[in-house]
């Protein structure tokens, strides 16, 4: 199976760096019932390091992790230096109409509906927060005081 492949947007939408893979539907996993996952990360950052993460863990979990709402990922490591941030959560992209992230179907004409992309949001988090999700769940984290662009926040929980 091919590599997944970063695709990055500086500057869009304004004062974010957005990347979305694309590779990681290449694979299956048996929760994708409904379509397979790429990744869309908005950060408000210049560091393409974030980009390279999300890249990097769609290529070494693909097939293993599902990438679902809800699911929390650890980088085991800071993601980027200047960022105290080690982990990610899956929730629906902010800088996407859900027109745009759900059910698009990238099936050849006359097998319409076989290959469906859905387009999930990666958060970046502290480890305190995944732990938070995980006991919790991402609701009541969503519900907290946080801005998700803001790579250098301080924990939310």
């Excluded at 760096?17 to 590779?23: D, H, R």
């Excluded at 950052?45 to 980009?51: E, H, K, L, P």
Aim: glycine share 8%; aromatic share 10%; charged share 20%.
């Amino acid at each position: 199976m091919r590599g997944v492949t970063e695709i990055v947007y500086d500057d869009l939408p304004d004062g974010l760096l957005t990347t979305l893979t694309y590779g990681l539907s290449l694979a299956e996993h048996p929760d994708w019932q409904h379509g397979s996952p790429e990744l869309c990360l908005s950060v408000n950052s210049t560091n393409v390091i974030w980009a390279h993460a999300v890249g990097f863990l769609a290529e070494q979990l693909r097939g293993t992790c599902p990438f679902s709402y809800g699911s929390t990922i650890n980088f085991g490591e800071r993601i980027v230096p200047e960022s105290e941030m080690t982990a990610f959560c899956v929730f629906a992209p902010m800088v996407l109409d859900r027109d745009d992230y759900l059910g698009i179907d990238v099936g050849v004409p006359g097998h319409e509906g076989h290959d469906v992309i859905n387009i999930q949001g990666m958060y970046p988090i502290h480890e305190i927060e995944r732990q938070f999700i995980n006991e919790h769940g991402l609701e009541a984290f969503w519900k907290s005081d946080w801005e998700p662009t803001d790579v250098l926040r301080r924990p939310a929980v």
